[in-house]
């Protein structure tokens, strides 16, 4: 039986999905990406489900990009399709939050997939590079307009046109993770980060990737109305009560998505 590309596993409140290609550098391959699409509809199906991390086997990459021997033979017609933006708008859209747990290689269309997750955390030897240019191409997985977003127009072309890549300290400096982590940690913290953001209430992740995600495209005054009209829509939730009250009376709350 071939081994399966990507891993899925839950760990109580926590989707984790593995890139299991680590004799390729975790190298996505058109299967690879639609094992991970299926792996995310499968945790976002899941009730028990409150946080999806993706990161990749073997301690030496997250993923080195996709699988160059099938993007040389890829036509117009085939690279018109969504192929890695299809998955890092997956991620981007779902309710819950989304993690990106990056230990070593981070480049190309592995970088665009984790571009697609709310947060990013590495470990120190992680490397991270749109080195598509040197190829005589340009990035297809939706560098070109989140990574702009993410680290600022002058740091995104320092890294597409350059394609060099950076190191862990200044993917921190920038904004492109928010923790660096010891190899030997990354899971733990993981799984520190997703109890820590299951115990929100259900629907505040949910409304607050979409202020962030659709307030950056309108205008500021677009994006502070849309602020309004969510914050004053959970006001009306039981789940907003039951966390007033509690933060007030000193106890904990119980959210029930409600």
């Not at 990009?65 to 859209?93: T, W």
């Not at 560098?143 to 127009?153: E, Y």
């Amino acid at each position: 039986m071939d081994e399966l590309e990507v891993l899925y596993e839950v760990r109580d409140q926590l989707a984790l999905i593995t890139i299991n290609r680590a004799e390729k550098h975790n190298a996505i391959s058109l299967e690879t990406l639609s094992q991970l699409q299926s792996a995310v509809s499968q945790a976002a199906e899941d009730a028990s489900v409150r946080v999806i991390a993706i990161t990749g086997a073997g301690g030496r990459s997250f993923a080195s990009g996709s699988d160059l021997n099938e993007v040389l033979d890829r036509d117009l017609k085939k690279a018109m399709e969504p192929i890695v933006q299809g998955l890092a708008e997956q991620l981007e859209n779902l309710p819950i939050p989304t993690i990106a747990a990056i230990d070593g290689i981070c480049m190309g269309g592995g970088l665009e997939v984790a571009l697609g997750c709310d947060l990013r955390i590495c470990t120190p030897h992680s490397r991270f590079a749109t080195p598509e240019g040197k190829l005589g191409i340009i990035p297809g997985g939706g560098a070109t307009a989140r990574l702009p977003r993410i680290v600022g127009a002058g740091w995104a072309m320092e890294m597409m046109l350059m394609g060099d890549p950076i190191n862990a300290e200044r993917a921190l400096q920038i904004g492109l993770v928010t923790r660096i982590i010891e190899q030997e940690d990354l899971l733990a913290e993981v799984d520190k980060m997703a109890s820590h953001l299951a115990k929100f209430a259900p629907f505040v992740p949910q409304f607050m990737k979409l202020m962030v995600n659709k307030g950056m495209e309108a205008s500021l005054v677009g994006a502070l109305a849309m602020e309004k009209l969510g914050q004053g829509a959970l006001l009306m939730t039981e789940d907003s009560r039951e966390g007033i009250t509690s933060f007030l009376n000193k106890t904990t709350p119980t959210f029930k998505g409600q």
